[in-house]
């Protein structure tokens, strides 16, 4: 099953009187369930990519179908429930809320996008917490953890919807080999585990290493693309 369809997905901003493209007539499908990495040198579109597979964002020309759903329907709030629902964030710095702790950064997906009951939120959330080892730091503040602990609070937190997609933005930047390695060892799990596609925009080699599908973005354009021999798709 194809859970993201492009065809010739473009998008130009505006500066001024000056057009500047970041998409141009990019195509491809990814297969749900899949682990798949956009790489290519910064300014290539990885980002504005990621923020259109995400809603963040809207396409300029195209065709974009996520999960069934043809995005340049959706309109501002439908798009942002459609987002809430299907897709998780995992962000290259994190992104936590400092007067938040562990526990809260986690479980605040679940009081936007959800009316669910206390009891069944707080279940969700330890569950998580509990996965990615972060079940002991639950009470700490963003700044009282480390780099690492944070985005496995982050990883914790893109999941708690139980999101088809979770998109990750140079998800191991800040990360040194040893979490990175642990990082990416706990989303093959997760993957292998619930089914989630896991879509990475990166530079590291050890994230292109782990995928199966690895597309290359040059000026805006797809470059190329290629499937990853030895790594088994669950």
């Known amino acids: 099953m194809q859970i993201v369809v492009a065809e010739n997905l473009s998008k130009t901003y505006q500066s001024g009187s000056v057009s500047v493209p970041a998409l141009n007539n990019v195509s491809f499908a990814i297969t749900s369930g899949s682990i798949v990495s956009f790489i290519g040198p910064s300014g290539s579109g990885k980002t504005t990519l990621l923020n259109l597979i995400g809603c963040l964002d809207r396409a300029t020309s195209g ?17 942002a429930r459609f987002r809430g629902n299907t897709i998780g964030f995992i962000f290259q710095d ?11 950064n986690v479980e605040y997906p679940l009081l936007m996008v959800r009316a669910a009951p206390a009891a069944e ?10 996965a990615v080892g972060m079940l002991d730091q639950k009470d700490k503040f963003p700044d009282q953890i480390s780099g690492g ?21 140079e998800p191991t930047a800040n990360l040194d080999h040893t979490t990175a390695h642990k990082v990416l060892s706990l989303l093959k799990k997760i993957r292998d585990d619930h089914g989630t596609t896991f879509i990475f925009s990166t530079h590291d080699p050890k994230i292109v290493d782990e995928a199966e599908v690895i597309y290359t973005l040059e000026d805006g354009a797809l470059a190329g693309s290629r499937e990853q021999k030895g790594v088994e798709h669950a």
Do not use: C, H
Request: glycine residues 6%.
């Open 94 to 104: 994190f992104n936590m809320v400092p007067i938040l702790t562990v526990y809260e």
């Open 121 to 130: 939120r707080k279940k969700l959330v330890l569950e998580l917490l509990d």
């Open 149 to 169: 602990q944070k985005q496995r609070a982050a990883i914790a937190r893109a999941l708690v919807t139980r999101p088809k997609i979770v998109l990750a933005d």
């Open 63 to 79: 065709r974009l179908e996520i999960a069934g759903t043809d995005t340049a329907k959706l309109d501002r709030k439908g798009g």
